[in-house]
């Protein structure tokens, strides 16, 4: 028993502290314990035990027990911590918290009922695509292939051939999705094929079968771990591959400190431990698209479809002179569909009736009084909502600005298309499936059965059915308004757009050549809407490219983003101000700093926002300048400091 113990709590403290060890209950690295911290007691990490004490002997106080009976982490989890420390400016305490389950005791329950698949189970002969693909995978110098492939392409099946090579090799396989609740269907069949020796990471798991399932990896029971962002940090042993399957989605940011990026901790992460890097997509983000026409990784195309279908024709409706929110074209499709016996899906990227209350006399909107964006308005509840912080009220019959009666609804939402679907389709079977209806647990699957099913003829939603849904009857596919992610105000906004009409458009015609796309919009000329319609990704990313360079945004620099908030809006504007004042004399050559500005979501939950941005080519004399003034800078007790390195989302 080592007689001092190195501790590391999960408090913004750059320190490690020093306990002396309990004869009771000896602890060791990688273990969690109760020490006393301050007048309370704190549960901190064990990374180091030493036999001689750093500081006053008699200073020093025993720990107060030992939470662990295993080791948690081991050496490597606390190198990885360290490097995500330095790289996203945070306590190794902190960065340790964010990697480890934070559970007490073990459930028995198996956190997924696996089947007896075994492994190999459901293995499609891969096309001649394919194969290339996964030679290139497992030959690749640098470690890291990029697959691009159009959706429906077979990408799934090439990461789950490479999954198994590496299982077959002895080796283990972390592959991740961006979000579990989308992705029924990669995990399931995940599941079925690795069976017993795959663990499932995913957010609804209670803290303790986390701990269950983290303790079924580190033991070597679980090689195959699949999951969400954090299942980055599983500690898989003899790790071989990583899988970023949707590289481009934003989900794979974290939204709280450290916010990590899991495409960037496992780059690290494979250089680590000599693990193969893969990830795919059919939009890659900017950045990764970057990386491979600039010959800094390995790319491979998948160009076709191998259950048969092939990329649907997109047409662009102008919605100007149309009266409702479904146009003509997009109504006679959706029945020629249903005569045909097919199925259809309109998309959306709002949830809600209708996007604004809005006054018809002065044009002023109802925005929520906590967050600065527009209230929704909520039929089925008849009250205006705030999709930030959940604030309702009831809608004015009113304009509380000018008295007028005049007032009405502009925008489109769910609801709003799910009634005039409705009255288009009456004898139609109708779902609809956004984060009010899904709430409700099972509500999800149930929907999507049903649909899977055929029993359901036009399914309506937001992303939910932008993403992995992959069903052989939809024959139609509208985007109800394509406008709502192109105006944005952030520099990803077009990127965003693009992406999410070309995924969209994915879901049609999987297995057969006759699928159909419409592109509501009020720009039909914008040329990002115009590329994405002509599915033109070279174009686009070219187009995109030149514009980011143009304007010195990522990739073509790095940005940190320093949000202030506070309740009173004065106190957050003043902290970003002597923030920028303080740190301006010092700043490095080659490091700008713009702002400080109202964030575009000038208020979140009732709390005021403003932010600096500061921008340079490369991260280093950002982390230098900025890790100095987190050390020096104490902002005021009332005013709250998010630091954002490489932020994805910029509202
Ligand atoms: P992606 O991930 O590129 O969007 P998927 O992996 O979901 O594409 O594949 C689309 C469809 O093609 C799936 O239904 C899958 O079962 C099928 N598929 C994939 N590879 C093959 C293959 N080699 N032979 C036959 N069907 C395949
Ligand atoms: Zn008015
Ligand atoms: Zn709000």
Redesign the pocket.
């Known amino acids: 028993m080592a007689e001092y113990l190195k501790v590391a709590f999960n408090l913004p403290l750059p320190n490690l502290f020093t306990y002396r060890n309990s004869p009771a209950s000896p602890a060791t690295v990688g273990l969690r314990v109760e020490a006393p911290f301050g007048r309370r007691k704190a549960t901190g990490y064990v990374v180091d035990e030493i036999d001689e004490a750093d500081i006053d002997p008699c200073s020093v106080k025993s720990i107060s027990r030992t939470i662990d009976g295993e080791a948690l982490f081991a050496q490597p989890t606390i190198e990885l911590a360290r490097w995500l420390s330095g790289m996203y400016l945070c306590s190794l305490g902190e960065a340790l918290a964010a990697m480890i389950p934070s559970g007490r005791r073990e459930s028995e329950a198996p956190a997924l009922d696996t089947g007896d698949a075994a492994i190999g189970d459901h293995a499609?002969?891969?096309?001649e695509e394919?194969r290339a693909a996964l030679a290139r995978i497992t030959r690749s110098d640098s470690g890291t292939t990029y697959v691009y492939?159009?959706?429906?392409?077979?990408?799934?099946?090439v990461f789950m051939q490479a999954a198994e090579a590496a299982l077959a090799g002895g080796r283990g396989v972390i592959y991740l999705v961006p979000e579990i609740a989308l992705t029924g269907q990669v995990v399931s069949a995940a599941a079925k094929r690795f069976g017993p020796l795959c663990a499932v990471l995913h957010s609804r798991l209670s803290p303790s079968r986390r701990l269950a399932e983290w303790r079924r990896i580190l033991r070597g029971e679980a090689r195959v771990v699949i999951g969400a962002r954090s299942a980055v940090f599983a500690p898989v042993k003899g790790l071989g591959l990583i899988v970023i399957?949707e590289e481009h989605e934003g989900s794979y940011k974290a939204g709280n400190a450290p916010r990590y990026h899991a495409r960037q901790v496992a780059m690290k992460r494979a250089a680590l431990e000599g693990a193969r890097l893969v990830m795919?997509s059919?939009t890659p983000s900017v950045e990764s698209w970057h990386l491979a026409v600039s010959g800094f990784m390995e790319r491979v195309t998948?160009s076709s479809?191998?259950?048969g279908g092939s990329i649907p024709a997109v047409e662009i409706v102008d919605m100007n002179g149309e009266d409702g929110p479904i146009s003509g074209r997009l109504a006679q499709a959706v029945r020629e569909t249903k005569a045909r016996g097919g199925q259809s899906i309109l998309f959306l990227n709002r949830r809600g009736f209708s996007w604004f209350f809005r006054c018809n006399t002065c044009g002023s909107e109802i925005r929520c009084r906590h967050c600065s964006v527009g209230l929704t308005y909520h039929k089925e509840r008849d009250s205006l909502e705030c999709h930030y912080c959940g604030f309702r009220m009831r809608p004015p019959k009113a304009c509380p600005e000018c008295n007028s009666l005049d007032v009405g609804w502009a925008g489109f939402g769910t609801e709003r298309i799910e009634e005039e679907a409705r009255r288009l389709f009456p004898e139609f079977s109708i779902r609809r499936l956004d984060a009010d209806t899904v709430s409700k647990k099972g509500e999800l699957e149930a929907t999507l059965a049903e649909f899977r099913e055929g029993r359901v003829d036009i399914l309506l939603g937001t992303q939910m059915v932008a993403k992995g849904l992959?069903f052989p009857k939809v024959k139609t596919i509208g985007v109800v308004l394509a406008d709502t992610t192109l105006n944005l105000p952030d520099f990803r906004a077009a990127e965003r757009a693009f992406a999410l009409i070309v995924q969209v458009a994915?879901r049609a015609g999987?297995f057969t050549p006759d699928g159909r796309v419409f592109v509501q919009t009020y720009r039909p000329d914008n040329e990002v809407i115009r590329l994405a319609a002509a599915m033109d990704a070279d174009g686009f990313y070219r187009r995109e490219l030149d514009q980011r360079s143009m304007l010195g945004f990522p990739p073509f620099s790095r940005l940190v983003r320093i949000v202030f908030r506070s309740r009173e809006a004065e106190r957050a504007s003043l902290a970003a101000e002597d923030f920028a004042h303080t740190v301006a004399p010092h700043l490095p050559e080659g490091v700008e700093l713009l702002g400080p500005a109202e964030c575009p979501l000038g208020k979140i939950a009732g709390n005021a926002r403003h932010q600096l941005l500061f921008r340079a080519v490369s991260l280093k004399p950002l982390h230098s300048i900025l890790a100095g003034m987190a050390a020096s800078f104490v902002p005021p007790h009332d005013v709250h400091l998010e630091m954002d390195i490489d932020p994805v989302n910029l509202m």
């Open positions: 499609l002969a891969p096309t394919q492939g159009i959706t429906g392409s077979g990408k799934t099946e399957d795919g059919a998948l479809r191998p259950a992959n994915g999987r």
